[in-house]
Structures are given as structure tokens and as C-alpha cells.
């Protein structure tokens, strides 16, 4: 009889990103931050650790990694999946963190001009996908991911399939970029 080793923590993890249907940038992002926290602690396994080691890579990252607050809760959040979706563990509450200090900037908005200047410095494909952005609010993998059955000039739209939260949406097609799209 032919005995199976169970999966490996790293695979358990992808499996259950993968059973979410999170996104394969979220898959890499968590992976990494798990390796991080696994090699901070000398390799052990999150099993044997608990609250106080999380406190302490945490901690760590804001003190010792100047990271920035969003990158502190990126790690947060894969640690807790770890722990509550992988291992069925309670960590506990996390309340003695060193926090990463949030940046005191208000966040900075291009002019119309301002955009207008930039895309006049693109050209080609470039300048389709810079309008695409702009005009059409495009995030960027979506901009990538776009299709020609994506594209309904008829009706000036575009479908954006699986997008942010797997969801398709509808959004315009930017009458300057029409023509442009057509010949490409």
C-alpha cells in the first residue's frame, strides 16, 4: 500500500487561494509574505508559533523594514489567511503591532492638461492604452486583458471581463480613441 505524504504548507495555502478564486497576484503576493514570515522565525512552522511571533514580524517589518503602512497590512492579511483559512487557528487579536506610519498626504490628481500633456508624449499602442486608462477608467491588467470581442463600437462600450473581484462591467469607449482601436 502506497502511503501519501499530505501537502506541503505552501501548497495547502495555494490550494486554498486557489479555491477562493483569488486573484494570481494575490496567490504570489501572499505566498511570499508567508515564506518571509517562516524565515523570520528560523524556518518554523507557523504551527508552532502564534501571536506574539506575528507581533514580532510585524513589528519588525514597520521598525527594522520601514515599509510602508499598506505593504504592513499586505503581510497582515496573508498571515491571517494563513492561520485562519490554512491552519483553523485563532491567532487572537493583534494589538500590540509597532504600526507603519500612514503617509499625511493628500493623494495627488492629474489636471486635464496635465493628462493631455502626458498622452501627447506617447504614441502607437502606448497612446491606445494610456487613453484606454484615462478615458475609459481602465485599471492596467485590465487594459492588458482586453480583447476584440471586448470592444463594441457600435454602441461605444467596452466589456470588462473579470475584473476587479472576478466581476465583469461595462464602461464607455472614449470617442478620440475609436478610431485609433479600429485601425489597430
Do not use: N
Amino acid at each position: 500500500m502506497v502511503q501519501t505524504q499530505p501537502p506541503k504548507l505552501l501548497e495547502q495555502v495555494r490550494e486554498a487561494i486557489r479555491t477562493r478564486h483569488y486573484s494570481l497576484r494575490t496567490e504570489d503576493t501572499y505566498l511570499s509574505w508567508i515564506k518571509r514570515f517562516m524565515l523570520f522565525h528560523g524556518k518554523r512552522h507557523p504551527r508552532d508559533m502564534g501571536l506574539q511571533e506575528v507581533q514580532q514580524f510585524l513589528s519588525h517589518l514597520a521598525v527594522a523594514g520601514h515599509v510602508a503602512a499598506s505593504t504592513q497590512s499586505q503581510a497582515l492579511s496573508a498571515i491571517l489567511f494563513l492561520y485562519q483559512q490554512v491552519l483553523k487557528q485563532d491567532i487572537g487579536w493583534l494589538h500590540d503591532i509597532v504600526r507603519a506610519k500612514q503617509p499625511q498626504r493628500l493623494p495627488v490628481v492629474f489636471t486635464q492638461d496635465e493628462v493631455a500633456k502626458v498622452l501627447r508624449q506617447l504614441s502607437g499602442v502606448t497612446w491606445i492604452m494610456g487613453t484606454l486608462l484615462y478615458g475609459a477608467g481602465l485599471r492596467l491588467l485590465e487594459c492588458l486583458r482586453l480583447r476584440v470581442k471586448d470592444l463594441d463600437f457600435s454602441y461605444h462600450q467596452i466589456v470588462v471581463r473579470d475584473g476587479q473581484g472576478q466581476k465583469d462591467r461595462v464602461t464607455m469607449l472614449p470617442q478620440y480613441v475609436k478610431t485609433p482601436l479600429q485601425t489597430h
